[in-house]
């Protein structure tokens, strides 16, 4: 990750937007009394109670007590940083220590655990700890770690990208959240899915008068196994672009495909994947944008060179703060809608193309082997022989239609 990336997220996170949370002893010291809320848009963290009343456990009432205790003394640590902090010209060092100080008074929050673990999260992502928490999830319990097996296993590194940097969750939904790389009906893609990215960090250093900073993004769709009639080989297809995406921390529910977030520069076009052709990937890549920019023209979806698109719009790949894809192939059952795309949404008027095998002299630029030359002159040979036949035997038709027209006039 290149050092103005580093900088950025290191302040962004040490600056989230912070509430004080009542420590954990005030809402364990009765079991009889309300317990402080521990986020205003949590019910179940304000009704939190101790699993087992004062004195039932000696031993869970000195978990209680050391928790309580350690977060006491951290918030003191917490408030004696903060105090220092320069908000004109804050210290790095400082901000992220006063970031770790406020994950470690809060991760092991009994109510804040309980919140979490009830909504994940949802609707609280404005607290530092919910962000840390679900960021955590994600990488520890395997949605981070399928996510990238998936996309080395399926060569969308290097085919795509030449590397991939810790990103944030872009999930697609349709009837359900989609496994990544896993493979689907292209009729189920009919109309955009729905795609949510959840960021964990601010994209700026957030200020009073803004406290989620926004950032716009930039959406791609892509189709690195599109067919190339030239080549012989595939080319990137875009299915849809969008750019000018506005998200925050705040933004996991918003649906990116909405014709209303961002500009739609390329609109959705349905995954076809031709007959004859091997699985296609489809990657979502979700780029956040520099403050000045200025975008080149895209106007044909064929053959966009990812690589190309990035460095012409000044984006690198330390920009990416999303990605995920699916797969989809040809079968009978979906031949009608693949066929229907390339008319309607391609303007192909004969539908789509069919595909075979293509020789590895003609793929790889093979000269052919003495015997295969052979046996491709014997088969032009006979080809020939068979039309020189075939003439002929017209030939002799003809004449013998002719002949017996010309006694049927003379019977006559």
Do not use: C
């Not at 220092?84 to 655990?113: F, G, T």
């Not at 896993?182 to 964990?200: A, D, E, G």
């Amino acid at each position: 990750m290149s050092t103005r990336h580093a900088a950025t997220r290191l302040l962004a996170r040490a600056g989230s937007s912070r509430q004080t949370l009542a420590p954990i002893a005030s809402r364990a010291a009765s079991t009889s009394t309300s317990t402080p809320t521990a986020s205003s848009s949590s019910s179940s963290s304000s009704s939190w109670q101790p699993a087992l009343p004062a004195g039932t456990s000696p031993a869970y009432d000195a978990a209680l007590s050391y928790l309580s205790s350690h977060q006491s003394t951290t918030l003191s640590r917490l408030d004696k940083q903060r105090s220092k902090l320069d908000a004109n010209n804050p210290d790095p060092d400082l901000l992220q220590r006063i970031d770790q100080l406020e994950v470690e008074a809060y991760s092991n929050d009994p109510a804040i655990r309980r919140s979490f673990r009830e909504t994940g999260g949802k609707g609280q992502m404005g607290q530092m700890i919910f962000r840390w928490l679900s960021e955590e999830k994600w990488k520890k319990q395997g949605g981070l770690d399928l996510l990238m097996q998936r996309l080395l296993q399926m060569n969308v590194v290097p085919d795509l990208l030449p590397t991939l940097p810790p990103t944030s969750p872009l999930t697609i939904t349709l009837n359900q959240v989609i496994e990544p790389g896993s493979i689907q009906l292209s009729s189920l893609f009919s109309n955009p899915p729905i795609i949510h990215s959840q960021l964990f960090h601010h994209p700026s250093l957030p200020t009073t008068t803004q406290p989620n900073p926004e950032a716009l993004h930039t959406l791609l769709v892509i189709d690195p196994d599109s067919p190339s009639h030239e080549t012989h080989s595939f080319q990137p297809r875009v299915h849809f672009l969008k750019r000018d995406i506005p998200l925050s921390v705040l933004s996991g529910e918003v649906n990116l495909a909405d014709t209303a977030v961002g500009k739609e520069v390329l609109g959705w076009e349905s995954p076809a994947p031709e007959q004859g052709t091997p699985n296609h990937r489809y990657v979502f890549l979700l780029f956040r944008q520099t403050q000045s920019q200025s975008f080149s023209s895209v106007t044909s979806r064929e053959n966009v060179d990812l690589r190309e698109y990035l460095s012409e719009n000044n984006l690198v790949v330390d920009d990416l703060v999303g990605i995920n894809m699916f797969r989809s192939k040809w079968s009978l059952e979906e031949n009608e809608f693949i066929n229907n795309v390339y008319v309607n949404q391609r303007g192909v008027e004969g539908g789509a193309p069919v595909y075979g095998k293509v020789p590895k002299q003609v793929r790889y630029g093979y000269p052919m082997s003495a015997k295969r030359q052979r046996i491709e002159e014997a088969r032009e040979d006979a080809w020939n022989h068979a039309v020189a036949e075939l003439k002929g035997l017209v030939h002799d038709v003809e004449g013998l239609a002719g002949s017996t027209g010309e006694a049927e006039k003379v019977k006559v």
